[in-house]
C-alpha cells in the first residue's frame, strides 16, 4: 500500500512539473518568433491578395528578391552588391512573341541601350512578300546587360512581350575568383624577392633569375586577365533573345467546311486543270524537240533498216543450214539403196550353196 501511495504522488509530481515547464518554453519560443524578419510594411495582407488581377512587379521588387530557400519568386537575382560577396555570372534565354515585331525589336534596342547594356549580335529574318505566308519573321538578338539592371530588364519583357519560355543559368565564379587572387598575390611575392635576389646576383646568375621575372611576371598577367573576365562576366550578365512576330487568334476568321458538291466541283476543276497542264506540257516538249525531229527520224530510219537486215540475214542463215541439211540427207539415202542391192545378191548366194552342199554330205 505504501509503494502505491509513493507512486501516485510521483505521478503527480511530474505532472505539475510539466505544466510549469509549458508557459516557459512558451515564452523561449516568443522571442525567436520576435527575429523573425517581418514582411514589408506595404505587403497586402494574404486574405485581401486579387489573384484575378495580373500583378506587375516594379524594378524595385525585383532588385530586393529574397534568395533563400523560402523564396517562391520564380528568378531570384544577386546583383554584384548583394551582402554575400559571391561572383554570380547569369546567363538569361529567352524566346518572346509579339504582333508588331519591327517595333519590338527596336523596343528592346532602345531600353537596352537605356539600361546601360550593349548589342552583341542581332540576326533578323524577315518574310517573302512574293509569297503568301503567315507571319514568320523573327530576330535573334544578344545583349551584355548590367547584372544590376537584370531583373528590371526581366520585368520590363513580361510587361511588353509574351514570354514563349524564359530559361536562367546561373554559374558561381568565386572559388575560381579567389583562386586566381591568390596566385597573383604568390606570384608578386615571388617577384618581389626575384628583383631583390638581381640586386644582389652576380653576373652569371642574373640571366636564370631575369627569365625567372619574366616568366613569373606572364603567370601574373594571365591571372589579371582571369579576374577581369570573371568581373566582365558578373557586372555584365548575357541575355539572348529570340523574338518572334505572331498574330492573335481572333484576327483570322473562322472557315467553314465545304460541302460535298462544292468538294466534287473542287475535284473536277482540278482534274481538268491537271489535264490541260498535261496537255499544255506535252506541246512545249513538241516545241522544244522540233528542231531535233529530223534528225531523231534519221537515227530511227538507220535503226529500223539495221533491224531489218539483220533479220534477213538470220532468215537467209537458216534457209542455207536448212537446204545443205536437207543435201546430206538426200545423199546419205542414196548411197543407202546402192548398199542395199548388193547386200541383197549376196545373202540369195550364199541361201543357194548351201543346200548343195549338205547333198555332197
Not at 57 to 82: R, Y
Not at 227 to 240: A, G, H, K, L, N
Request: with cysteine; hydrophobic share 45%; aromatic share 8%.
Amino acid at each position: 500500500m505504501r509503494k502505491f501511495v509513493l507512486l501516485v504522488l510521483a505521478i503527480l509530481l511530474l505532472a505539475m512539473t510539466a505544466c510549469s515547464a509549458t508557459p516557459e518554453m512558451e515564452a523561449d519560443r516568443a522571442p525567436a518568433a520576435a527575429q523573425a524578419p517581418a514582411p514589408a510594411a506595404d505587403a497586402a495582407p494574404a486574405e485581401d491578395w486579387d489573384f484575378a488581377e495580373e500583378a506587375i512587379l516594379s524594378a524595385a521588387d525585383v532588385a530586393h528578391w529574397p534568395t533563400d530557400d523560402e523564396s517562391f519568386l520564380p528568378l531570384p537575382i544577386l546583383t554584384p552588391s548583394d551582402d554575400r560577396g559571391r561572383r554570380m555570372v547569369y546567363t538569361v534565354t529567352m524566346r518572346l512573341q509579339t504582333p508588331e515585331f519591327m517595333p519590338g525589336v527596336r523596343t528592346l534596342l532602345d531600353e537596352v541601350g537605356t539600361m546601360g547594356g550593349y548589342l552583341t549580335s542581332l540576326d533578323v529574318y524577315g518574310r517573302d512578300m512574293r509569297v503568301a505566308v503567315p507571319p514568320d519573321r523573327h530576330a535573334h538578338m544578344i545583349f551584355r546587360l548590367p547584372t544590376e539592371t537584370l531583373g528590371e530588364f526581366i520585368v520590363m519583357v513580361e510587361n511588353t512581350y509574351n514570354i514563349w519560355s524564359l530559361r536562367q543559368r546561373t554559374e558561381d565564379e568565386t572559388v575560381r575568383y579567389q583562386q586566381a587572387t591568390d596566385a597573383q598575390d604568390d606570384l608578386q611575392a615571388e617577384e618581389a624577392w626575384l628583383i631583390e635576389q638581381l640586386e644582389e646576383a652576380d653576373e652569371d646568375e642574373r640571366p636564370a633569375l631575369q627569365s625567372r621575372l619574366a616568366d613569373v611576371r606572364r603567370l601574373i598577367r594571365e591571372q589579371e586577365r582571369t579576374q577581369e573576365t570573371i568581373t566582365d562576366r558578373v557586372i555584365y550578365s548575357t541575355v539572348e533573345i529570340t523574338l518572334y512576330e505572331a498574330f492573335s487568334p481572333q484576327d483570322v476568321p473562322p472557315v467553314d467546311p465545304p460541302t460535298f458538291f462544292e468538294r466534287v466541283r473542287e475535284v473536277a476543276s482540278d482534274s481538268l486543270g491537271a489535264f490541260v497542264a498535261f496537255l499544255q506540257g506535252f506541246a512545249i516538249v513538241l516545241i522544244a524537240l522540233l528542231p531535233w525531229i529530223p534528225v531523231i527520224g534519221i537515227i530511227l530510219l538507220l535503226i529500223w533498216l539495221f533491224i531489218r537486215w539483220y533479220k534477213r540475214d538470220k532468215q537467209r542463215q537458216a534457209e542455207f543450214l536448212a537446204k545443205a541439211r536437207q543435201e546430206r540427207e538426200e545423199k546419205a539415202a542414196a548411197k543407202l539403196k546402192e548398199t542395199q542391192p548388193e547386200s541383197k545378191k549376196a545373202s540369195e548366194k550364199e541361201a543357194g550353196e548351201k543346200p548343195v552342199d549338205d547333198l555332197d554330205l
